[in-house]
Structures are given as C-alpha cells and as structure tokens.
C-alpha cells in the first residue's frame, strides 16, 4: 500500500528566504506526482505536476524534482513571500489506479 | 471557466443523523471523485466516477455512507447515520477522464461537524 509522507509538518521562513518542501512515498511505482496549495477554508489548487518520465517541472518561484527510484520529491520556493503562507500537499497516482495525499507542510512566511 | 461547485460549505448535525453533499463538476469533465479530508491529514478518497458509473469505491464505507451520480454530471454523497469520526472536510473533484495523466479540479469543499 502507498504511503506518502511529507516532512516538516510546519514551517515557518521569514519573507524572502529560498525553501524546501519533503515529500517521499513507499512504492516508486507510480504515474505521476503532484503538488497542491490549501489554503485555509478553500478547497485545492494544482501547482505542479511531474510525469513519471520527468526529473522536474518549474513555473514560475516554483521548481519540483522528481526521483522516483528512491522515492523522493522536492519544491523549492525561491524568494518566498507572505502570500506564500498555505498548506502544500504532494499526491502520487499509482498502480491502484487512485491519488494518495500527504499529510502537508503547513507554511507560515513572515513579513 | 466555471469551477467545481459544492453545497452546503458548513454543516453541523448531531450523531446518527443523515446529511448529504451536492457537488456539480466543471462542464464537460467525465470524472468525479470524492474525498474525506481529517482534520490534519490529507484527502483520503472515498469513490470515483466515470460518467455514471462507479469506478472504485473501495475506501467507502458501504454501512453507511453511499453516492450517485445519476445522469453522470451532479454528484451527492450522503451519510446514514452519521458518526462523531465522520467529521471532517469533504473535497470533490472533476477530471475530464479518468487516469493518471488528466488533471484533478477541485472544488471548495463541505466542512461537516457531527456533535
């Protein structure tokens, strides 16, 4: 069963620091992975989706790697900023034919 | 584009009573999901649909909760009865097919609290 963790569960950068999101998950066998934003009340907004076949998708602040053979993931956010602030979900779509969500990275960016 | 709609976006019932979600996907899209989010946690889905029909419902939990999508646009969940660890928020999403490779919207989601 696939697993997807995502780690540090919170993090707190001040305004304009370079950071990056964890996410690593147990089974590489896997059709793409994504990342979300949610912010509070609202529902999810797809930032960034990585093929299988892909090292990495940029747009943007935004740059997201892809290693699949040892099951890890980044996003790096350069030059963050307080709009910044939000939960970031990774998700992989695998060989059950379904999307399994991390528990997020909850991120404050102070002004 | 219109987005993903969802009624109602707050509801608080009491134990073992019945509540049902209403979701309209964006136009066009032939999938529909349906997810459980915990306080905490991330999505977990419940079920999936193409057109109107069910493509994996392995993670419902059949004794009580239960969805359709009749004429393979709206969407309702519903739960009979419901349970103090059924409070969470619930997401549903549209894809214009199913697989891994078409992009999942989503829409506001419904927070349900169960006293």
């Known amino acids: 069963k696939q697993e997807v963790t995502q780690i540090p569960a919170a993090l707190s950068v001040p305004e304009g620091e370079n950071l990056v999101l964890n996410c690593s998950f147990t089974?590489?066998?896997?059709?793409?992975l994504q990342w979300f934003r949610q912010d509070p009340g609202k529902g999810l907004t797809s930032l960034l989706l990585?093929?299988?076949?892909?090292r990495e998708q940029t747009s943007g602040r935004l740059n997201a790697s892809l290693d699949k053979s040892s099951g890890r993931s980044t996003l790096y956010i350069a030059a963050s900023q307080p709009g910044d602030s939000a939960t970031y979900l990774c998700a992989v779509w695998g060989n059950n034919n379904d999307m399994r969500f991390g528990a997020g990275t909850r991120l404050t960016v102070k002004p | 584009e219109a987005g993903v709609a969802q009624s109602p976006r707050y509801k608080i019932i009491e134990k073992r009573q019945s509540v049902a979600f209403w979701c309209n996907p964006i136009?066009?899209?032939?999938?529909l999901y349906w997810y459980q989010q915990i306080l905490g946690q991330g999505p977990k889905l419940l079920i999936q649909f193409q057109n109107n029909g069910v493509v994996d419902d392995s993670q419902l939990p059949k004794d009580r909760f239960s969805a359709e999508r009749l004429k393979g646009v709206d969407s309702t969940l519903k739960i009979q009865p419901a349970k103090l660890e059924d409070s969470a928020v619930y997401l549903c999403?549209?894809?214009?097919?199913?697989?891994?490779?078409?992009?999942?919207?989503f829409g506001p989601g419904t927070r349900l609290t169960v006293l």
């Open positions: 990585i093929q299988s076949s892909q």
């Open positions: 999403a549209s894809s214009s097919t199913f697989g891994a490779y078409n992009e999942q919207f």
């Open positions: 136009s066009g899209h032939a999938t």
């Open positions: 089974d590489s066998a896997i059709y793409n």
